[in-house]
C-alpha cells in the first residue's frame, strides 16, 4: 500500500479523526467520510453565517436573485409560465407534509422488512434535523428578502433555508441507507444521485422563487448534509455494535427465511 504523503498525515483535521476512529474501533472507511463531512461542512455553515452576520452575502445574494427576474418586471420570474409552476412542484418535496409522508412511508417499509430499530433511527435522525431547522432559525432571525415579490407564502424565518435544510437532512440519510442495503453498484449510484438532485432542485426553487437568498440556500445545503453525514456516522457506529440491525444480516436472514418457506 503506498504511503499517504506527510502533508496529509500532519494535518490537524486529519489526526483528530483518526484518533477518534481509533477510539471507537472503526474500520471502515464510511465513518471516517462521514467524520470529515461532518466536520467540513459544520465549518462551511458557521463561516457563511458569519459572513451573513457582517453582510458580506448581500451584494451576490441581490444579484443572484434579480438576475433571476424580467428586468422590465420584477415580480415575473425569468423563463415560461410552466417553469414557474413546475418549480413550485418542485418545492413541494421539501415541505413539512412531504418530509413526513417519505418518512413515514420509509419507515413503515423498514418496519415491515424486520428492520424496525433503523426504522426508529430514521424517525429520531429526521424528526431531531426538523427540530435543529427551527432552533437555527429561531435564533438568527433573518428576514425573508424583500428585493421580489414572493412566489408562494412563507411563515418562518429566512436563515438557513428549512427546505433545504430538510431535503439534505431526509433525502441524503435515506438514500445513503438504501444504497447500505442494496448490494448492486448501479443501485447505490442511482439512489445516491436521486437524493443528490432532489437535495440541489429544492433548493434552487426556493431562490427562483424568491422566497430565500442564495446564501440561505447554501448554508441549509451545508448544514442539512452536515447532520446527514453525523447521521449515518452514528447508524454505521451503532451497526458495528449490533444496536441496529446491519444490511448484510437483514439480508442473510431474509435469504434464510425464503429458503425455509420453499
Given at each position: 500500500m503506498k504511503a499517504l504523503p506527510s502533508a496529509y498525515r500532519n494535518n490537524p483535521l486529519v489526526t483528530r479523526v483518526n484518533a477518534l476512529r481509533l477510539a471507537l474501533r472503526l474500520n471502515e472507511v464510511g465513518p471516517v467520510i462521514a467524520l470529515l463531512a461532518v466536520s467540513l461542512l459544520g465549518y462551511g455553515f458557521f463561516a457563511?453565517?458569519?459572513?451573513?452576520?457582517?453582510?458580506?452575502?448581500a451584494a451576490l445574494d441581490r444579484k443572484v436573485?434579480?438576475?433571476?427576474?424580467?428586468?422590465?418586471?420584477?415580480?415575473?420570474?425569468?423563463?415560461?409560465?410552466?417553469?414557474?409552476?413546475?418549480?413550485?412542484?418542485?418545492?413541494?418535496?421539501?415541505?413539512?407534509?412531504?418530509?413526513?409522508?417519505?418518512?413515514?412511508?420509509?419507515?413503515?417499509?423498514?418496519?415491515?422488512?424486520?428492520?424496525?430499530?433503523?426504522?426508529?433511527?430514521?424517525?429520531?435522525?429526521?424528526?431531531?434535523?426538523?427540530?435543529?431547522?427551527?432552533?437555527?432559525?429561531?435564533?438568527?432571525?433573518?428576514?425573508?428578502?424583500?428585493?421580489v415579490?414572493?412566489?408562494?407564502?412563507?411563515?418562518?424565518?429566512?436563515?438557513?433555508?428549512?427546505?433545504?435544510?430538510?431535503?439534505?437532512?431526509a433525502y441524503l440519510t435515506l438514500a445513503s441507507l438504501i444504497a447500505r442495503v442494496d448490494r448492486q453498484r448501479g443501485v447505490k449510484i442511482l439512489v445516491l444521485t436521486i437524493g443528490v438532485s432532489m437535495t440541489l432542485?429544492?433548493?434552487i426553487s426556493r431562490i427562483y422563487l424568491g422566497?430565500?437568498?442564495?446564501?440561505?440556500?447554501?448554508?441549509?445545503?451545508?448544514?442539512?448534509?452536515?447532520?446527514?453525514?453525523?447521521?449515518?456516522?452514528?447508524?454505521?457506529?451503532?451497526?458495528?455494535?449490533g444496536e441496529v440491525e446491519a444490511p448484510s444480516s437483514s439480508a442473510s436472514r431474509d435469504a434464510r427465511n425464503e429458503n425455509e418457506a420453499a
Open positions: 457563511l453565517a458569519n459572513e451573513v452576520g457582517e453582510g458580506s452575502t436573485l434579480l438576475a433571476l427576474r424580467n428586468p422590465a418586471d420584477i415580480s415575473d420570474p425569468i423563463g415560461p409560465r410552466w417553469l414557474e409552476e413546475t418549480m413550485r412542484d418542485i418545492t413541494g418535496l421539501g415541505s413539512v407534509f412531504t418530509i413526513v409522508f417519505v418518512t413515514a412511508a420509509a419507515c413503515a417499509y423498514l418496519a415491515m422488512t424486520r428492520r424496525r430499530r433503523i426504522a426508529v433511527f430514521v424517525i429520531a435522525a429526521i424528526g431531531g434535523g426538523e427540530i435543529a431547522s427551527t432552533v437555527l432559525k429561531l435564533f438568527y432571525h433573518r428576514p425573508r428578502p424583500d428585493l415579490p414572493h412566489g408562494m407564502e412563507v411563515f418562518t424565518a429566512s436563515f438557513p433555508s428549512g427546505h433545504a435544510m430538510m431535503s439534505a437532512i432542485l429544492v433548493g422566497v430565500h437568498w442564495p446564501s440561505d440556500v447554501v448554508a441549509g445545503w451545508c448544514v442539512g448534509a452536515a447532520w446527514a453525514a453525523l447521521c449515518w456516522f452514528v447508524a454505521l457506529v451503532l451497526q458495528q455494535r
